[in-house]
């Protein structure tokens, strides 16, 4: 079992019969969604919400139903991955390009468990660039005004264009370098027009759970 793998079958262990479960985006979630599926095949029952059209598909194949994020009041707990990780477990999320309806699912659930390798964990955030979610138009505006922040904005691209998000809009993804306060910057950049939602999660996870290239993890809350 490697890190990612590892992580991934500690925090399904959290998921109990009955439980509405929050499904992540990403390679690590990926490995939650596989181990979630072999428990339903042995016959648990859980109602599941996707974070993304990827995850909706992978989890439909894993034999585990979806429901609409708004056919359920509440999620019981979220399991989801990060690109960085801070000791006070604050988060960068969007390398999928997932990070709004992450945002939206984590902020519905009762629990929020973090998966990762151990080279998510930083001192500080802000070396893998923030993606921040923006209205296709005037983006270039948005984008200069994202950039008076401090940060170096690019628009993340896929084949021949821009890279478009599960709900229409594109992604830029903003260098820092280093975010000395998370909480303050995520106001800042939520305040420009044009943007829809950024990649920090500040104050939201419940829990990391980490796992090691040798197979063992560590909890963190
Ligand atoms: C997707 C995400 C992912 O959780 C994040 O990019 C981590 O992905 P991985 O587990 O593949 O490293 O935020 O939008």
Same mark, same amino acid.
């Given at each position: %079992? ?9 925090? +399904? =262990? #959290? ?8 499904? *992540?985006? *990403?390679?690590?979630? #990926?490995?939650?969604? =596989? #181990?979630? *599926?072999?428990? $339903? !095949? ?25 429901? /609409?994020?708004?056919? $359920? /009041?509440?999620? /019981? ?11 006070? &477990? ?23 468990? +973090? ?14 660039? &923030? @993606?921040?979610?923006?209205? @296709?138009? *005037? ?17 993340? =691209? ?11 809009? #594109? ?9 000395? /306060?998370?909480?303050?910057?995520? =106001?800042?950049?939520?305040?420009? @027009? ?7 999660? +500040? !104050? %939201? ?17």
């Amino acid at each position: %079992m490697n890190a990612k793998q590892a992580a991934a079958h500690k925090a +399904v =262990q #959290y998921i109990k019969d009955g439980m509405i479960v929050g499904l *992540g985006t *990403g390679s690590t979630a #990926y490995w939650a969604i =596989q #181990y979630l *599926g072999e428990r $339903v !095949k042995q016959g648990m029952q859980i109602t599941a919400v996707a974070t993304s059209d990827q995850t909706e598909r992978l989890a439909l194949q894993c034999g585990i139903k979806i429901s /609409d994020m708004d056919a $359920v /009041d509440h999620i /019981d707990i979220d399991i989801d991955g990060a690109d960085e990780i801070d000791h006070r &477990l604050n988060l960068i999320k969007g390398g999928g390009g997932a990070l709004l309806r992450e945002k939206i699912v984590a902020a519905g659930s009762k629990t929020f468990i +973090v998966i990762a390798d151990e080279s998510k964990m930083v001192k500080i955030l802000g070396q893998f660039p &923030l @993606p921040v979610e923006i209205i @296709p138009f *005037g983006w270039q505006h948005t984008s200069r005004r994202l950039a008076l922040l401090g940060c170096q904005t690019a628009m993340r =691209q896929k084949e021949a264009g821009p890279f478009k998000t599960d709900n229409g809009n #594109y992604i830029l993804d903003c260098r820092f370098g280093s975010i000395s /306060d998370p909480a303050v910057l995520q =106001q800042q950049i939520n305040s420009i @027009p044009g943007v829809v939602e950024n990649g920090l999660f +500040v !104050k %939201m996870a419940s829990a990391v759970v980490v796992g090691y290239s040798d197979g063992t993890v560590k909890e963190f809350s």
